[in-house]
Structure formats: structure tokens, C-alpha cells
């Protein structure tokens, strides 16, 4: 960067005032020797092809060094693991890891106690409607989950992780707790489901309250007691270890994809309807406890039933008795039957139709006649069926485990989706032209002896779904009661809730005790409730709420468009998020709204309880991000710290040079701020003047305008301001350490590249380098566009090649701005290639494979390439080649010129010197800021003599290593030494040249090359700085567009969600 400055013959009179009468113009001093001999030895592992970087490797990473330490990562949440067992020899496919597991989770109690119920209830229509809104939550919070596993590497730890890490640690304390809780109350809902299958089903006898057909409450209380004695019996199981629990649930798995078979097997082997099942129907109204051989008015059993004292039922005289056939198949038609809702309200009698006289219990007896046992709607059902469709987070659960965690968790998750919502959808409407109305509303399966209605649909018989739906009940809560401990721990040692910290040990053997006595006590809770048509709304609140939260994750992170979210799972949109958001809220409060309530209370205790005690995790999240466009609240939380690596975003402060009009000099370089910046994010631009602001503060306004001109011709959004300095590099200095506010300051700095250092003298590259220095003194990110007016318009698309040339890690800077650059209109059919130099001891094939792990999980798409660099001799070329450059210092340190003077002196040594080594560049870089009248004036003169001039040559130079000898010979005839160039210079101009063969080879068709900045040199001394300046030209020669990129010293970029 240089600014404006006016001229001064004299200026360059003070360059070096002390080194005039000592011994540095003939020779350097003996100390300054001994300095270089040290620093060489020190540096002596160093390659000699990457000697100009090695302040840069004295801090930084090698690249080799670098990815090869990240290749292979470690999971930070504890998963459900037998502490005992040995390692697994290969990590998990999408079929074992992600399908069967969501299968197995998915497919629950509801599938075969309660589905049958609900179609019978809701009818062919509504019913298939309340199947396929559950199934469209789920598959739309699955495509948000998908894109947030995919975005970086997801440890265990499932929503709560992916919530936490996205919405920060208020809204991830919170949802994780709901999610918890939610797992907890399932395995609740699970041992009742159990119960209710044995007791009612299987077992009846073990009834300790009597017979429970007649007696609501005494079917309950039987499932309150045997739920606890299971619950005791299953946590039990867990407490000794996960062993046996996982490999159980193979077995459970095995069991819920049989009894799945055989029903669909039995739907078709029964099409034609069987003579199992009959029912004994009066009227219209179903009955129970009556044997199909006294279903008859004369039968004495009826008779005592309906007429005790000789005085009979009204509904019982006016109606017979008839049997009716329960599954009547498919090629019945009663599908047509039970396309309509039969929604009732409680103690309504169960019936054919919706006559009043046939629903409603006029008499206050009900006889034996089958009541319905709650109040029923559209949105109730949902509520009670929604917990058949969680579980899709079982994948994501699993992701430390799985080979390829972002290949394989969207492909298993959404189709076990796809295929558990066609067993649902197709099942309801299999069951509705299989199964008669009054059957299927029979949720006991009281009329056909307390019969499961699956189970006779199902081949070869009944014993096949019974015993399979309980292993499969067992299984599924055995899991719930494994994973809820582990989240629950998980959060715990979070520390985001405090009063949680007891609950974050772990036992000798790694098992969460504390946590799953807290699991156990709450499980209680949730069972002496004792009714699933109770559990199933209650838990549904809580894992609707967790959904709806990974749809708001997504949507957030989509919006903000922050430049870590890089999912590599291309198949979604804020669009689709919302939806599922909207979905998951209203089901909440169609459902039930009081229950809603509890959840959403319970989520906003949590919240504002971690909030009011300060959590002190940052994870960049989306909310983080937010508060960049909010005002005072935002700045003073953004001023908290520095923001996550997920959240850092170039906030670019640019540096303008004004000509001597006070026009901006490199237009362009707005239009790379706008490209790099894509319209989003914080954007400075800043001019120095130099002189007195008392005396041109009007210029300095004037100045503002056109600059603020330039932003807006050129799209840039942001602020711009004018600086007035009485030293140029102390100007930028201020502004680069001052700038910004709170939260809103700038972290990268781009400036341009002094095309005249040669010709201006110290002055230009002072300023530059200082900045340099300032700007990494400030941690902050440098950018150096060379060859600016090669760069595209904004308004132009180009095609072709970005390559990356990545020597040091400096935060992965190099990774992420030609990602940034891509999403802009102008680079995006841009192909990204990434070049990194081996060094002599490196595996080159295993550094490829390593970085394209890498490349991988930051879901980079880009060709890779690791260039081996022979370890040669330093040439002759590089020896005459650093022995001008110091031969030149040692003139202008002699001389003592004015500016004028100084000027064609130094044009006499450059044009011999570039005589002599014929390595004129493939484009020599413009600088457009030399009059076109002195163009005119000069243009012969320029023709000769100019290296930098206004506009750029194209000159067709023979191959490099086909004049080195000519150079030498014509350095020797030329310029006669016998002084031998100093060897610490030798070294980095090897450096300089063999990296420029490399990357002139490989890259000079490229449309931009990236690459890194080699550090200024710690030494403030005139010679050290000048040869710092020719090394960056050997390094860039033959290259028409470059970006020379510095890192501030910290990561920008992570694998990580």
C-alpha cells in the first residue's frame, strides 16, 4: 500500500543518514555476518526451497505438518459404547450405521397398538393426511439436519450438538434439555406400551386390580405397577453395562422388520377376509365380552345382560343382535366403509354412523357396550401418533462411529424416512380395506376377547406381532434409557447449566450413573401416568420442538450466509426450514395447546436461567452472527470477544492510494472488495493525505466524495473516510489500529502493491512494508492484489482456474477466500486447484490423500496437487542475480541522491541489470497513475528504461533457463566484482526463483493466483527491506494476476458444524 504524499526533491536525502561515513557503502560489517551465520545454522532443517518462508516456519505449520495432525479427528461427546469392548476394526457404512438404526427407532409401540385405532378414528382420508403431515415433519427437518451433519464434522451428541453449536449455548442448553427430556419420556411411553402388550394382550391373568375390561382405572393402575417393576428390571440393565443393551438391540431390529413382513403378508393371505375374528354388534353399537355363540337376544347370558328385573333396555328392544366378520380383506370393499372420520367425544358409544340415537348413552347404563375412552379429533391424533415417526436423529447420533459421517447420514436418514412413511401411509390404507369400521375403532380389541387387531391380521399368526412387538418395545427403550443419560451428561459437561455439574461424572467403568438415576426417577414420572394416549402428545411436544429447532438452525445459518456454512449436502433451502418450523409449531398447538405450553415454558426457563448465569461457551452460532446487524445490544456483545472460527467472516478495511488530483489510483480494487465481500459483511475504505488538516481539510472533504463515488459506481457497501497525516505510514498506522467500533472493526487489510518501488526509492517501499508490519503487529489478515487492472469487472463472469499455493498455514485464509470469491457472480465457473511443495522428507501421496481429507470435510471441491521440488544446487544465475540487488543497494546507500538524480540512476542500474539477465515478465504490472502527457513526453524513453509503467507490456521473453548462462556471461562482462553476494540473500532468492519456475510452469494460464505472503524482515534497515521488495518480484514474475494472502495469526476456517 502506498498513499499520497507530495514530492519533495529532498526526501530522498534522509534515507540512511548514518551508513554516509561508515563502512556499510563498501562492505557489510563483520557482526552483521556472524547475525546471518547463526541464523543459518539455526535454520539449516529448513528446505533451501522454502527458505524465503522461514520466519513464517519458525510459528507457522508447514502444510505437510499441518494436515496430516487434522486428517484423522477424534469425537469430543461420549457415545453409547461397552467401555470394555475392544476397538472396532472399521468404522460404519450408511446401512449398518445410519438406515437400520432410524429403522429401528422410527418403527415403534404405536406401529401396532395404536395405527389401527387411528385410521378407524380418522377414516381412509384424515387418517393418511395425519400420517403424511408427521412423515413431512420429519423429512423436512431431516433435509435441515442433513445440511447441518454435512456442514464440518459432527461429534455424538445428535440435535442437542448440531442446535448448540448453531443457535448457541442458550438455545442449545434449552432444546437439550427438551430433547432429553422427550428421549425419557419416550422410554416411558415404551415400558407402558410393553405392559399394555402383555397385560392386555398376551397375559391377562396377571392382572393384581381385578379384571381391568370393566374398570378404566383398574387397566392403569396395572400398568403404573408393572411399568415400574420393568423400568426397575431395565435400568437395572443399563446400570451393568451397555453390552448387552446393543446387542439386544440387533435383536429387536431383527424383530420389527419380521413382524413388519408378516403383516404385510397376512394383508394379502387374508384378502379375501378370514372366519378368525367375529363380533357381536346390536344395532349399530359394538359389544364386548360376549361369546359369538350367545350372540343372540334369546341367549339367557344376553337376557341378564340387558333385561335384569324383566325390564329391558329401549336400545336392546328395538334392535338385533348380529354377527359381524372383522377382517373382511381387500377384495371386500369395505375400504369404502371407512373412508370417513368417526371422531368421538368420550364415553360415546362405538358405532356404525353418526346417529345420535346410536353414539349417545341416553339410558346412563352402558351395559357391555364399547365406550370410547377419550375425547377425539383430527389434531389429537396427530399428537398420539407423531412418536411413531421420531427417531431420526439415531444417525446423527452414531456420527463418530460412520466411515463417512456427511455421505452417509443423509442418504440413511431420509431414506429410512422414505421408508418407514410408505410402511405408514401404505399400512393405513391397507388397514382401512382389510379391517372393519367398528374393529378398527376398537383400540383394546375388547369385542373379538382382547385380541390385538395386527396381530390376526398378521401370517402365519398372532404369537408373530406379540412377542415381536414386545422384544422390539423392550429394545426401543433400552435405547432411550442408554441415550438420555449420555445427553443428558453431554450437557453437563457443557457447563452451560450450572446446577447440572453433578450429573457431567462418570463411573470407573465411563458410565453416567448419576444421570441415569436422574433418567430413571424421571421415567417414573412419565409411567405413573400410566396411559400412552397421554405420554405420546406430551413427549410429541418435546421432540417437536427439538425439530423445529434444527428447521430454525438451518434457516438461520442459510440467511446469514455465514462463510463456514458450507454443507455439503446440496438438497435444501430456507424455504423448506421455515416450512418444517411452521409445521412443527402448529402441530404443537393443534395438538395440545396446554402441553405446548409447558414445553415452550419449560425452553424459555432454561434459556433465560443460562442467559442470567452467563454462558461462557462460544461455538459460533447463527446468533452470534445476527448481532452483526443489530446496533448497541450487538456491538457490545460482538465486543465480548473475538468471534468463532465458524462465524469469521472478512470485515476487509481497504487502503486507497490517492493520486495527486486526489482520485483514487486503483479503481479495481473496489471492485475486488465487492467480489470478495459478495454484498454481505462490513467493508472501510480509507485515503491518507499527507500535509497539515488545518490547512486542507477542504481537500479532504473532496477527497471523501470521489471516494465515496468510487464505492458506489463499483457496489461496494460500506463507509469510507479520508485521513490527514503529517507522515503517510504513521497515517495508516492510526487508521489501521483505531479503526472500527467495538465488534464492527475490521480483521483483514488490503492494500496494493507499490509498482514503483524501484523508481520512488525508500518512501514507497517504507510504507508499504510498515504496514505490513502494523497490520500483522494488529492480528489482522493482509491481502496484496498484484496486477490489479488484470482483475475482472464485477459485471464480467470469467472462466477458468484459481490456484492456490499453499506453503505455510497461516488459519486457512488461503482455503477460504477463494470460496468467498466463487460466491460471487464474476468467479463462479471458476475451478479451484490447490498446489502444495513437498519437502524432502514428506510422503508426497499421503499428503495428497491428507489433503483431500481435508478438502473433504471443509466441503471444498478443488483439484489437488503436491509439487515435489528437487533439492538442486543454487545456480550461477541466482548467485549474479542477488549480487546486483546488493550492488544496486550499495550505489544508492554511495550516492546520496536527490530524487531526480536518484531516479535515472536507479532506471540506469534496473536496465542493466534486466539487460543482463533477460527475464523480462510475461506482464508487466500497471500503474496507471503516471500522466498520459508524460507518457506521450516519454513513450520512447519508457520503452527503454521503464519496468513499471501505466499500462501493462506483453513481452514474449525466452525460457528462463535458457539465458542463465548469457546473464552470467554478460554479468561478468558488465560488472566487474570481486565482492560475493551475501549467502543469507542467496538463499531466499534460490527460494524466490525455483518457487517462480514452479508456479510460472503449473499456473501461468491461471486466471488468479493465490498464494502466501513471506513475512517482512525483522531487521528495520534499508538494504534488508529493498531485497525483501526484488524477492517478492522474482517470486510473482511471469504471473499476470496474483493474491499475495498473510493470515492474522488465528483459524478462520474449521472442519467443524
Known amino acids: 500500500m502506498q498513499c499520497n504524499s507530495e514530492k519533495d526533491d529532498g526526501d530522498e536525502m534522509d534515507i540512511i543518514p548514518s551508513e554516509q561515513n561508515g563502512t556499510a557503502v563498501d562492505s557489510k560489517p563483520s557482526d552483521i555476518r556472524d547475525v546471518h551465520n547463526a541464523e543459518e545454522n539455526q535454520k539449516s532443517t529448513i528446505d ?72 378407524g378414528t380418522a377414516g381412509a382420508v384424515c387418517g393418511f393426511l395425519i400420517v403424511l403431515t408427521c412423515c413431512c415433519v420429519t423429512m423436512l427437518t431431516a433435509i435441515s439436519m442433513s445440511a447441518i451433519a454435512t456442514n464440518g464434522v459432527v461429534p455424538a451428541g445428535g440435535s442437542y450438538f448440531m442446535i448448540s453449536r448453531s443457535l448457541g449455548p442458550e438455545f442449545g442448553g434449552a432444546v437439550g434439555m427438551l430433547f432429553y427430556t422427550g428421549t425419557t419420556l419416550a422410554a416411558a411411553m415404551y415400558i407402558v406400551g410393553a405392559v399394555e402388550i402383555v397385560l392386555t394382550y398376551m397375559a391377562p391373568w396377571l392382572s393384581i386390580f381385578g379384571d381391568f375390561t370393566k374398570d378404566v382405572d383398574a387397566m392403569y393402575n396395572n400398568f403404573r405397577v408393572y411399568g415400574t417393576m420393568l423400568l426397575c428390571v431395565m435400568g437395572l440393565i443399563v446400570f451393568l453395562g451397555v453390552k448387552f443393551v446393543n446387542k439386544f438391540a440387533t435383536v429387536a431390529l431383527a424383530c420389527v422388520i419380521f413382524s413388519i413382513i408378516a403383516v404385510y403378508v397376512g394383508i394379502f393371505d387374508n384378502i379375501n377376509g378370514n372366519d378368525k375374528l367375529y363380533m357381536c354388534v346390536l344395532g349399530k353399537r359394538l359389544l364386548k365380552d360376549i361369546p359369538i355363540a350367545n350372540c343372540t337376544k334369546e341367549d339367557p347370558m344376553v337376557l341378564d345382560l340387558y333385561c335384569p328385573n324383566h325390564k329391558c333396555d329401549d336400545y336392546f328392544q328395538n334392535n338385533n343382535l348380529t354377527h359381524v366378520k372383522g377382517i373382511k380383506g381387500l377384495a371386500s370393499g369395505v375400504f369404502y366403509d371407512n373412508i370417513m372420520p368417526s371422531f368421538l367425544e368420550k364415553g360415546q358409544f362405538i358405532s356404525y354412523g353418526r346417529n345420535s340415537v346410536d353414539i349417545e ?66 399400512s393405513v390404507l391397507f388397514f382401512a380395506g382389510t379391517v372393519d369400521n367398528l374393529l378398527l375403532r376398537d383400540k383394546f380389541g375388547q369385542s373379538i376377547g382382547g385380541k390385538l387387531v395386527v396381530a390376526n391380521i398378521a401370517w402365519p399368526n398372532q404369537w408373530v406381532i406379540l412377542v415381536g412387538s414386545f422384544l422390539s418395545t423392550l429394545g426401543a ?113 393443534m395438538t395440545s395447546w396446554y402441553f405446548a405450553l409447558i414445553a415452550m415454558g419449560m425452553a424459555v426457563i432454561i434459556y433465560k436461567y443460562i442467559e442470567y448465569r452467563g454462558a461462557e461457551k462460544e461455538w459460533g452460532d447463527g446468533i452470534r452472527g445476527m448481532a452483526l446487524t443489530a446496533a448497541r445490544y450487538s456491538l457490545q456483545r460482538l465486543e465480548e470477544g473475538p468471534p468463532h472460527t465458524k462465524n469469521w467472516r472478512p470485515q476487509i478495511l481497504v487502503l486507497s492510494k490517492l493520486n495527486d488530483n486526489l482520485i483514487p489510483k486503483y479503481r479495481k480494487i473496489f471492485s475486488f472488495a465487492t467480489q470478495l ?43 469510507c473516510d479520508v485521513l490527514v497525516a503529517q507522515e503517510i505510514g504513521e497515517g495508516l498506522s492510526s487508521v489501521i489500529q483505531t479503526i472500527g467500533l467495538g465488534g464492527m472493526k475490521p ?221 552470467t556471461e554478460k554479468a561478468d562482462g558488465n560488472l566487474k566484482t570481486n565482492v560475493k553476494p551475501d549467502e543469507f540473500n542467496v538463499r531466499r532468492m534460490h527460494t524466490a526463483i525455483k518457487l517462480n519456475e514452479v508456479i510460472v510452469e503449473k499456473s501461468q494460464d491461471a486466471q488468479l493466483v493465490i498464494m502466501n505472503l513471506p513475512g517482512p524482515p525483522k531487521e528495520v534497515r534499508a538494504e534488508r527491506e529493498s531485497n525483501y521488495m526484488e524477492f517478492l518480484e522474482v517470486l510473482t514474475e511471469g504471473l499476470e494476476k496474483v493474491l499475495m494472502v498473510r493470515g492474522g495469526g488465528r483459524e478462520v476456517i474449521t472442519i467443524y458444524s
Request: aromatic letters at 8%; glycine letters at 6%; hydrophobic letters at 40%.
Open 48 to 119: 533451501p526451497n522454502l527458505y524465503l518462508y522461514d520466519d513464517d516456519l519458525e510459528t507457522r505449520p508447514h502444510i505437510s505438518t499441518f494436515i496430516s495432525s487434522i486428517a484423522n479427528y477424534e469425537n469430543t461427546i461420549p457415545a453409547a459404547t461397552d467401555p470394555d469392548a475392544k476397538p472396532p476394526s472399521a468404522r460404519m457404512g450408511t446401512l449398518i450405521g445410519v438406515f437400520l438404526p432410524c429403522i429401528q427407532n422410527i418403527f415403534g409401540v404405536i406401529l401396532f397398538i395404536r395405527l389401527t385405532w387411528v385410521v
Open 361 to 426: 348413552n341416553v339410558g346412563g347404563e352402558s351395559y357391555n357396550q364399547i365406550m370410547a375412552d377419550i375425547t377425539t379429533s383430527f389434531t389429537l391424533l396427530i399428537g398420539i401418533f407423531f412418536p411413531s415417526v421420531t427417531g431420526i436423529m439415531a444417525g446423527s447420533n452414531r456420527s463418530g462411529d460412520l466411515a463417512d459421517a456427511q455421505k452417509s447420514i443423509p442418504i440413511g436418514t431420509i431414506c429410512a424416512i422414505l421408508t418407514t412413511s410408505t410402511v405408514y401411509l401404505t
Open 477 to 589: 427403550g433400552l435405547q432411550s434409557l442408554t441415550g438420555a443419560p449420555r445427553l443428558l451428561q453431554a450437557i453437563a459437561k457443557d457447563e452451560i447449566i450450572p446446577f447440572l455439574a453433578p450429573f457431567a461424572k462418570s463411573s470407573s467403568r465411563g458410565e453416567p450413573v448419576r444421570a441415569l438415576f436422574l433418567t430413571i426417577l424421571i421415567c417414573q414420572c412419565g409411567i405413573l401416568l400410566g396411559n400412552v394416549d397421554l405420554l405420546a402428545p406430551l413427549l410429541s411436544m418435546f421432540f417437536l420442538m427439538c425439530y423445529g429447532f434444527v428447521n430454525l438452525a438451518c434457516a438461520v445459518q442459510t440467511l446469514l450466509r455465514t462463510p463456514n456454512w458450507r454443507p455439503r449436502f446440496k438438497f435444501y433451502h430456507w424455504s423448506l426450514s421455515l416450512i418444517g418450523l411452521t409445521l412443527c409449531i402448529s402441530v404443537m398447538i
Open 677 to 719: 465481500k459478495a454484498g454481505k459483511g462490513l467493508t472501510i475504505c480509507v485515503s491518507v493525505i499527507k500535509g497539515d488538516h488545518t490547512k486542507i481539510a477542504n481537500k479532504a472533504v473532496d477527497a471523501k466524495i470521489t471516494l465515496r463515488k468510487y464505492m458506489t459506481d463499483e457496489k461496494v457497501k460500506g463507509f
Open 747 to 967: 480483521n483483514t487489510v488490503i492494500i496494493g502493491w507499490p509498482y514503483s518501488w524501484r523508481q520512488e526509492g525508500r518512501n514507497s517501499w517504507k510504507t508499504f512494508i510498515q504496514t505490513v508490519r502494523t497490520v500483522t503487529a494488529c492480528h489482522m489478515a493482509l491481502i496484496v492484489p498484484k496486477g490489479i487492472n488484470f482483475y475482472p469487472e464485477s459485471n464480467h463472469k470469467i472462466g477458468g482456474n484459481i490456484d492456490i499455493w499453499w506453503i505455510v498455514h497461516d488459519g486457512g485464509l488461503l482455503m477460504l477466500l477463494p470460496f468467498l470469491l466463487k460466491q460471487h457472480r464474476t468467479w463462479r465457473n471458476c475451478k479451484l486447484r490447490i498446489f502444495t511443495v513437498a519437502q524432502i522428507e514428506d510422503n508426497s501421496i499421503q499428503m495428497k490423500k491428507d489433503l483431500k481429507t481435508f478438502l473433504y470435510h471443509l466441503r471444498i471441491e478443488a483439484d489437488v496437487e503436491v509439487v515435489e521440488m528437487n533439492n538442486s544446487d543454487i545456480s550461477a544465475y541466482t548467485y549474479e542475480r542477488t549480487l546486483m540487488m546488493e550492488q544496486r543497494n550499495q550505489m544508492l546507500r554511495a550516492l546520496g541522491l536527490n530524487k531526480k538524480e536518484n531516479f535515472k540512476v536507479v532506471q540506469t542500474i534496473v536496465d542493466h541489470h534486466y539487460d543482463a539477465i533477460k527475464t523480462a515478465s510475461k506482464v508487466r504490472f500497471a500503474d496507471p497513475t503516471i500522466e498520459e502527457t508524460e507518457n506521450h513526453d516519454s513513450h520512447n524513453e519508457e520503452k527503454r528504461n521503464s519496468i513499471d509503467s501505466d499500462g501493462a507490456e506483453s513481452i514474449e521473453a525466452p525460457e528462463i533457463t535458457s539465458n542463465k548462462d548469457e546473464s
